[in-house]
Nanobody, 122 residues
Framework: VQLQASGGGLVQAGGSLRLSCSAS????????MGWFRQAPGKEREFVTG????????LYAESVKGRFATSRENAKNTVYLQMNSLKPEDTAVYYC????????????????WGQGTLVTVSS
């Protein structure tokens, strides 16, 4: 599976962005999908995950209530809607996929996209 993330950019604090991730797989629907991020000088961290049918979602505590993930299996695409952005949300965001159930552990995801940079100015 090849993953292509897009939608990153520069936004002011309090603003919104929507990231998209397109997958190349012929059968996208069986894959659990997610997003991780890595800020400069910091460890990579889990942001959110969504099960193959969208019925289960997981969120990091730091983004709960502000971020929302969704997917359109017919378009092989997963989305990350980010609202009320804060400077600490600045990071490279990576789209990920797994053949298994979603978790917050990076090792669960065998497929990683190239990342898209989100910069939130104060």
């Amino acid at each position: 599976v090849q993953l292509q993330a897009s939608g990153g950019g520069l936004v002011q604090a309090g603003g919104s962005l929507r990231l998209s991730c397109s997958a190349s797989a012929r059968t996208f629907s069986p894959y659990g999908m997610g997003w991780f991020r890595q800020a400069p000088g910091k460890e990579r961290e889990f942001v959110t995950g969504i099960s193959w049918n969208g019925g289960i979602t997981l969120y990091a505590e730091s983004v709960k209530g502000r971020f929302a993930t969704s997917r359109e299996n017919a378009k092989n695409t997963v989305y990350l809607q980010m609202n009320s952005l804060k400077p600490e949300d600045t990071a490279v965001y990576y789209c990920v996929a797994t053949r298994y159930g979603i978790t917050a552990q990076a090792g669960n995801y065998a497929y990683w996209g190239q990342g898209t940079l989100v910069t939130v100015s104060s």
